[in-house]
Nanobody, 116 residues
Framework: VQLVESGGGLVQPGGSLRLSCAAS????????MTWVRQAPGKALEWVSS?????????YYSDAVKGRFTISRDNSKNMVYLQMNRLKPEDTAVYYC?????????RGQGTQVTVSS
């Protein structure tokens, strides 16, 4: 299993970023996919998952609901996380993971910093 995240960076509060995750080494079309994050000094936190069935049903934590959108492109083995109205508390390393509300296996992560 290989998961490679990209798209992180420094953004001002209220700004947007789009994270991408390239998946390989497993049958992508047979698994739900998940984004989790880890802020400095804190535990891993589930952010969002998307199922395989039903065209991909999204689930969100209360912390990001209404601001983040998860999507997947099964033709490209890609998962995305569109993050809008970012807040300083969204600062973390973001990881994609294989499975529903899973945190392992996951990629190496991409840093998102929300600061003015």
């Amino acid at each position: 299993v290989q998961l490679v995240e990209s798209g992180g960076g420094l953004v001002q509060p209220g700004g947007s970023l789009r994270l991408s995750c390239a998946a390989s080494g497993f049958t992508f079309t047979k698994d739900a996919m998940t984004w989790v994050r880890q802020a400095p000094g804190k535990a891993l936190e589930w952010v969002s998952s998307i199922t395989l069935i039903g065209g991909g049903i999204p689930y969100y934590s209360d912390a990001v609901k209404g601001r983040f959108t998860i999507s997947r492109d099964n033709s490209k083995n890609m998962v995305y996380l569109q993050m809008n109205r970012l807040k300083p508390e969204d600062t973390a390393v973001y990881y994609c993971a294989k499975g529903f509300k899973a945190n392992y296996p996951r990629g190496q992560g991409t840093q998102v910093t929300v600061s003015s």
